[in-house]
């Protein structure tokens, strides 16, 4: 930072700021760490993309999403919400991924002809090993072409795209397929590389060089942002133990065990970047010199995932592995960083970014973790639990955030958790898969402990087969039964899940709540990466003279058992004048670790500052160290499991510098107090948002004007001023901190999402005034009749006692066409079967309250909306009486189908003008089919809304 000073009257009062600093469009702030959720969607699955979705991510601190389809198809709808939202999308065009990987699309450049032979390019047979079909290169160019024209033009209607991500892992797989001699024709895919195994050059007649150049020129042509194209890199490598010393590649990296086949080493893995990053374009022509042109990339993904389950064929002695953290894991830690030490570095020359992808799933079902034979229906018992070597296991909380920060202790530029979704893999014959692998989500994006009745007719299997026993496998219990994590303790199995409905709940409650337990955390792992990434996103490491390994960390005192040695980093900015220390405690069993921070300022610019006094930037206030020897400095540090953190060496002063980022901000309904952890209320209600401005220079600032405006809308909602004294090495360890709390009132508030941002007034000769504003997304939902006037929603919760109705809910008080004997199976669920649905309807008849004040205005509560599925696809017609004793009805046009699914909101004035003509004293839906047979239904929630 700059050392300057500021007072008083050095503000420069402005009522707008100018909201350069508030992007929108395109790309992320300069000034952050993105937080992209991968695989959140991929063709048909991106119909699970809801404004929901989208939402719960924001509030979890993601910044965006990562999906692969075609954008005028599935992926259209997910890039609208996020245009919505403001989120970032990162897209893995269909068409253009077809080109790699796809039997049918598919290219590659025939390197043993010329460029002008008819067979230029070939695509091969599915199984490689015959050539189905071949092109010149002129062909190809225009294929190329017309895909990135048809892409460019579609994603013209779209803000939200940062890049797109092609050829996921190719540069591992083409260099596999070069070394097995397996198949004659696969060596050249995808078309990335060269014929040569120490990968060195990028084709620059492959086809990802020519898609690239393609792509990035068309949109050069248009003057207009460009999402520029990129890889993701996988590990290039293998291990030689006792078990597997020739590993084969599998999409992880390295998994699989093919005799003969080595992947390659680190150093492989290191020219393959640096090649990338050397990319060149051979501009093709019929007639000779061609010319070649540099066609760098700008960024590059890296995913390595370390955690894995130890024994079996790994080890001589499963059953001696009982916890989190033995040797095991940390050696397979260590190898792993290896890889991104090599990464990182080759990457260095630029510095180039790249985005990290940390492990967010594991292996908890499949053959791959229970005692079963291919082609043999899943219904294991619990006892047979044998999963296989190297086989990934969930990370632990602690182990996850440990992953992110070092991630980040080797400069990466985003954080990109993989996988935010659960999914099957390796189907048999049967349709059985040989793994389910458990992301930090589940098959509909739905969290692990929602409510029952959220999820239990939708994709998600119940099955063990899918998802293990919490108190059977890693991370939750040792292959002993022993407690694997120190934080984590199963409780207790409730009685197994046969026989009885409500014992089935209670043990898939019971079984699915541990594996919510990282998802439930990453909102603080991403709050604290985005803490720093206003500082920590412009630095790197200090390459020059090799600084970035010269400082020292070390555990301040007896050393715990199973510890893993913290990892400490010099970075530095563009200027090369001020230390940067971020340092890891990679120890994942216990919470305050005692650490020692050493750094010799000898090794150093003599302009660089070095005094006994850090700015930590990561708890946002001076610490204070010791100089024990000349230009020795020294500092004690206490870290939580997995934590990092950032401190920047100074002299002692520095300008007063504003600071504020999007965990700062805080949703609170005075109304009753709360904070809210989704940030969403009823339309009407006044929303205070809390926000936690810091002062992170020396320097003082009096009445700062700040503001709250909805970007949505173009409307300044309200100002406050904050102030500060400025931090001091008199008070080391204490924040400069003021907060403002806004206040706004939602009655003509849109209904749905507003994206809200908080940012200061200009400042003169501010050091970084890029940090001086934050954003949230808040919905603003309509009101519900039930809840608003009944204080009863309508979502079917059960009713006890003796006076409780044969249908189980108080939501319904009254029922005709109807089996007598209605089921309870799921709670907060109604259940019913309508006798004959062909000649008499299935008739509900919902609480509207006991008094003239409960009726329902229709002239505000129009839209209705409901969560249901049938045995038989089902009309539905909603019936009600007005308040002069009148009999209307509405044939809503939509079914209950037989897939749990929400039908609506449908606007009820809008298919018949007399809804809101007078009250309704009471209301009613009537469901029915052409079949006479007996249909089981199930509704969830109804609801009536503005």
């Avoid at 001696?320 to 090599?342: F, N, P």
């Amino acid at each position: 930072m700059k050392k300057l000073y500021f007072s008083p009257g050095m503000l420069v009062v402005t009522t707008l700021l100018s909201l350069a600093a508030i992007s929108a469009a395109d790309s992320p702030p300069a000034n952050t760490i993105p937080i992209i959720s991968m695989k959140t969607g991929q063709d048909p699955t991106c119909e699970d993309i809801s404004l929901e979705v989208i939402c719960k991510l924001l509030w979890h601190n993601f910044d965006g999403i990562w999906v692969e389809g075609w954008l005028n198809g599935t992926v259209g709808t997910p890039a609208a919400l996020c245009d919505s939202t403001h989120a970032t999308m990162v897209l893995a065009p269909a068409r253009l991924q077809e080109l790699g990987n796809s039997p049918v699309h598919r290219w590659g450049r025939y390197t043993p002809v010329t460029i002008h032979s008819e067979k230029a390019y070939i695509r091969p047979t599915p199984d490689f090993s015959s050539i189905a079909d071949t092109a010149y290169a002129t062909d190809v160019i225009t294929d190329i072409r017309n895909r990135c024209s048809t892409l460019a033009s579609n994603a013209a209607d779209y803000s939200c795209i940062w890049y797109y991500d092609i050829f996921n892992e190719g540069p591992a797989w083409q260099l596999y397929r070069m070394k097995s001699d397996a198949k004659p024709y696969d060596d050249y895919f995808p078309s990335m590389y060269t014929q040569d195994t120490m990968m060195v050059h990028i084709d620059s007649t492959g086809v990802f060089s020519w898609v690239k150049w393609k792509s990035d020129s068309i949109y050069n042509a248009a003057s207009v942002y460009c999402p520029s194209v990129s890889v993701c890199f996988s590990a290039i490598h293998h291990i030689d133990s006792l078990r597997y010393d020739t590993l084969g590649f599998d999409s992880t990296g390295w998994a699989g065990c093919v005799p003969g086949v080595q992947l390659g080493t680190i150093h492989q893995q290191a020219n393959s970047i640096r090649a990338y990053f050397n990319t060149k374009y051979l501009e093709y022509s019929p007639d000779l010199p061609y010319r070649i042109h540099n066609n760098y990339p700008e960024r590059m993904d890296l995913n390595t995932y370390p955690v894995r389950m130890a024994g079996h064929d790994w080890q001589e002695n499963r059953d001696s592995i009982t916890v989190l953290g033995s040797a095991t894991d940390l050696w397979m830690l260590e190898h792993y960083e290896e890889i991104l030490d090599s990464t990182f570095s080759a990457a260095s020359s630029g510095p180039f970014p790249i985005n990290y992808h940390p492990q967010g799933f594991g292996r908890t079902g499949g053959r791959a973790i229970w005692e079963i034979t291919e082609n043999q229906p899943p219904d294991p018992p619990d006892t047979t639990i044998n999963y296989e070597a190297y086989s990934y296991r969930i990370p632990s909380p602690a182990e996850f955030r440990m992953l992110c920060n070092i991630g980040l202790l080797r400069g990466a530029k985003g954080v990109f958790p993989y996988s935010i979704r659960s999914y099957s893999g390796d189907f048999d014959s049967l349709g059985v898969p040989h793994h389910h692998d458990t992301g930090l989500l589940d098959e509909n994006l739905i969290p692990f402990d929602d409510p029952y009745e959220n999820w239990v007719y939708r994709d998600r299997p119940v099955s063990d087969y899918y998802y293990a026993p919490p108190d059977s496998i890693p991370p939750w219990t040792a292959a002993d039964g022993s407690q694997f994590d120190p934080f984590y303790t199963v409780p207790s199995r409730p009685i197994p899940a046969v026989g009885d409905d409500k014992n089935r709940e209670n043990y898939l409650v019971w079984k699915f709540a541990p594996y919510a337990r990282l998802w439930n955390s990453v909102k603080k792992t991403f709050g604290q990466i985005a803490t720093v990434a206003p500082e920590l996103s412009r630095l790197w490491w200090w390459y020059s003279g090799n600084r970035y390994d010269n400082a020292s960390i070390s555990y301040y005192g007896t050393e715990p058992q199973y510890f893993a040695d913290p990892q400490v980093r010099v970075f530095t900015d563009s200027t090369e004048s001020t230390c940067y220390l971020f340092h890891v405690n990679r120890f994942c069993r216990a919470n305050n670790n005692p650490f020692k921070i050493s750094v010799n300022s000898d090794s150093f610019p003599r302009t660089t500052d070095f005094s006994v006094y850090a700015l930590d930037h990561s708890r946002r206030f001076i610490i204070e160290g010791s100089e024990p020897s000349l230009g020795i400095f020294e500092f004690l540090d206490t870290l939580d499991a997995g934590e990092a953190r950032l401190l920047e060496m100074f002299d002692g002063s520095l300008a007063a510098d504003i600071r504020i980022t999007d965990p700062d901000l805080s949703p609170v309904l005075p109304a009753d107090g709360d904070t809210l952890t989704d940030y969403r209320s009823v339309q009407g209600e006044t929303v205070n948002i809390l926000a936690r401005f810091y002062n992170m220079g020396t320097g003082s600032l009096n009445r700062v004007q700040v503001y709250l405006r909805d970007d949505t809308y173009g409307v300044m909602l309200d100002t406050a001023e904050v102030s500060f004294t400025g931090l001091s090495t008199d008070s080391c360890w204490k924040v400069d901190r003021d907060d403002a709390i806004f206040s706004w009132d939602t009655r003509n508030a849109n209904i749905g999402v507003h994206r809200l941002s908080v940012y200061t007034q200009q400042l003169l000769n501010e050091p970084d005034s890029e940090d001086n504003s934050a954003t949230l997304v808040y919905m603003i939902r309509p009101r519900d009749y039930a809840t608003e006037v009944l204080d009863d929603p309508w979502d079917m919760t059960e009713a006890t006692g003796s006076g409780a109705p044969d249908w189980h809910t108080d939501d319904i008080t009254a029922m005709s066409g109807w089996e007598s004997t209605f089921s309870d199976s799921i709670s907060g669920m109604f259940e019913g079967e309508i006798t004959d649905p062909s000649t008499s309807a299935g008739t509900m008849q919902m609480s509207t309250g006991s008094s003239t004040g409960d009726w329902i205005d229709t002239s505000l509560y129009q839209n209705l909306t409901l969560a249901a599925k049938a045995e038989r696809s089902l009309d539905i017609e909603v019936h009600w009486i007005d308040e002069h004793s009148v009999e209307h009805y509405i044939d809503l046009g939509e079914d209950v189908t037989t897939t749990w699914s929400e039908i609506g909101p449908i606007d009820l004035q809008s298919l018949n003008s007399e809804w809101d003509d007078e009250d309704a004293t009471s209301f009613w839906l009537e469901f029915s089919c052409g079949s006479n047979l007996s249909t089981a239904v199930r509704i969830g929630w109804i609801k009536l809304t503005e």
